[in-house]
């Protein structure tokens, strides 16, 4: 990356410059002319919101946003963060980056973010419950939520109980609509939930690192072996993103997991932590800190500098900058937070030779499995169902008939296991899987496609924004 004035620390540290920079860099190798390109970097529209709730007899204010970043596919896509921090700001570039993750993994959704101040540690629930159906309430009223128009998810500070209600709160203003429940995706399973919803962004991680790991060039430039078995990781922030990544990356990748980050802290065991133990131990005692066989350091900051071959930070935004940059000691760095690397930072761990897998590709796993939700809510129809028993009874068919070929047949166990037919769940997990695959396919081809690109990450920006660019192309401007 060539930012030929290098940007102030306080610069660098700003989301909207972080995700204007990325998409400039990228929009400069690409062909379009620069009014369709200005098209698709503005956010098209911000709503900020200012409402009242009412809990103990007592009427409080809040403030909360939602932004729509592009509308060239509907409905627009994004999750709602409930955070002490959260402003305008950063639910506008987080709305960008939206659109272009959505590009890239061919989820067919503009990109939308929403936020509300709220320090969900200090609030009770009664308190959250009523600011999650007053904002529902506020966003229907302005038409900034909708089945066909705008499609919360879950972000920092919400989860499967605040979508239940919001769709709830959805549902009791518009009686009768065939299709509300797709007015928000990431619910419980019970309310139209699908399965694999909540592990799916830190699936899609392990997905992605694992195509890293298997792409032989990459492997042979960082002087490492080929696959996730064995690698050393450190993660960054152990919430639903950093936990469910590093799980999956430590039981179906045998990798090593070597140290934790969290808010207040890092446990680090160079012999590798038992990732459902720490799981344990944290919803025990509340922490991660004085986990047994591990060793406390003090800062969250300290999982970013940990000697090891796949650094994943999953917490926040701004993470890896000016600062620590040079004190990275990973050969990869795997974006599943949104905007964990500055557009600074980035540069001096190009410099260094490090290999970073950005966000927009890595964390792509929660929006496609919510894609598959909203199918699956207005198709009203379970995945699965249709297909399971027919494909079982076919396979038992083949399976008979190789058994009478070859004159030796299987043991039940073995046979049940071959004729299984899909679960909902499987077939999550392989239509994420397989997103995640080409998604990687189509960033390294636009590699080897134009020498100019370097980086992963431009390479992400370039497919879509050629993506986007089509689409805008083929629907004309209305005149
Ligand atoms: N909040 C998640 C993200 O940043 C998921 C969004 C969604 O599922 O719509 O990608």
């Keep these: 990356m060539s930012t030929s004035v290098p940007p102030t620390i306080k610069e660098d540290l700003n989301l909207n410059h972080i995700v204007s920079t990325q998409f400039d860099k990228a929009a400069a190798l690409t062909k379009y002319d620069e009014g369709l390109l200005g098209q698709i970097k503005a956010c098209n529209n911000i709503y900020t919101f200012h409402f009242p709730v009412k809990v ?3 009427i409080r204010m809040f403030q909360g946003w939602r932004a729509e970043h592009s509308h060239h596919r509907k409905p627009l896509k994004g999750g709602l963060r409930f955070a002490a921090e959260v402003d305008e700001n950063e639910v506008m570039a987080l709305a960008a980056l939206m659109t272009y993750k959505c590009a890239l993994v061919n989820v067919p959704f503009g990109g939308s973010k929403g936020g509300v101040r709220i320090d969900t540690y200090r609030e009770d629930d009664e308190t959250i419950e009523a600011v999650a159906r007053r904002f529902t309430f506020e966003l229907a009223h302005k038409n900034f939520i909708g089945p066909g128009t705008n499609v919360p998810a879950p972000d920092m500070g919400t989860g499967e109980r605040e979508m239940a209600w919001i769709a709830d709160t959805y549902q009791a203003i518009h009686h009768g609509d065939l299709n509300s429940l797709a007015c928000v995706t990431g619910k419980p399973v019970s309310q139209g939930g699908i399965h694999g919803r909540t592990e799916a962004t830190g699936r899609g991680v392990y997905y992605g690192i694992r195509e890293v790991c ?6 042979q430039k960082l002087g490492m072996q080929m696959g996730v078995a064995g690698k050393t990781i450190s993660v960054q922030g152990f919430g639903n993103v950093g936990y469910h990544a590093a799980r999956i990356l430590q039981h179906e990748g045998g990798a090593k997991i070597i140290a934790i980050g969290e808010y207040n802290g890092t446990v680090y065991d160079p012999n ?9 131990h944290k919803l025990k005692t ?15 900051g300290d999982s970013l500098e940990i000697e090891c071959d796949i650094l994943i930070p999953a917490a926040l935004e701004n993470q890896i900058t000016l600062e620590n940059a ?9 974006e599943a937070a949104n905007g964990p690397t500055t557009p600074g930072a980035e540069q001096v761990l190009f410099d260094r030779g490090i290999y970073v897998v950005p966000d927009i590709y890595l964390n792509a796993g929660g929006v496609t499995v919510s894609y598959f939700e909203w199918t699956k809510n207005i198709s009203h129809m ?14 038992e068919r083949y399976i008979s008939l ?4 070859s004159g030796k047949p299987l043991t039940e166990a073995r046979r049940e296991r071959l004729a299984e037919g899909a679960d909902e769940i499987d077939l999550v997990r392989s239509g994420l899987e397989n997103t995640m695959s080409d998604a990687y396919k189509e960033m390294r081809a636009a590699m080897k496609e134009n020498d100019q690109i370097h980086d992963l990450r431009t390479a992400a920006y370039v497919v879509s924004i050629s993506k986007v660019a089509t ?9």
């Design 382 to 395: 379970r995945f699965g169902r249709m297909s399971k028993r027919f494909d079982q009874a076919r396979d």
């Design 471 to 479: 689409t805008y192309n083929q629907m004309g401007i209305f005149p």
């Design 286 to 300: 509340g922490y991660v800190q004085n986990f047994p066989g591990a060793q406390d350091l003090p800062t969250s």
């Design 214 to 219: 298997e792409d032989e060039d990459v492997m």
């Design 326 to 334: 040079s004190k990275v000691k990973a050969k990869i760095v795997g």
């Design 402 to 405: 190789m058994e009478r070929m």
């Design 272 to 280: 590798g932590i038992d990732v459902d133990a720490l799981h344990a």
């Design 56 to 58: 103990g007899g007592k």
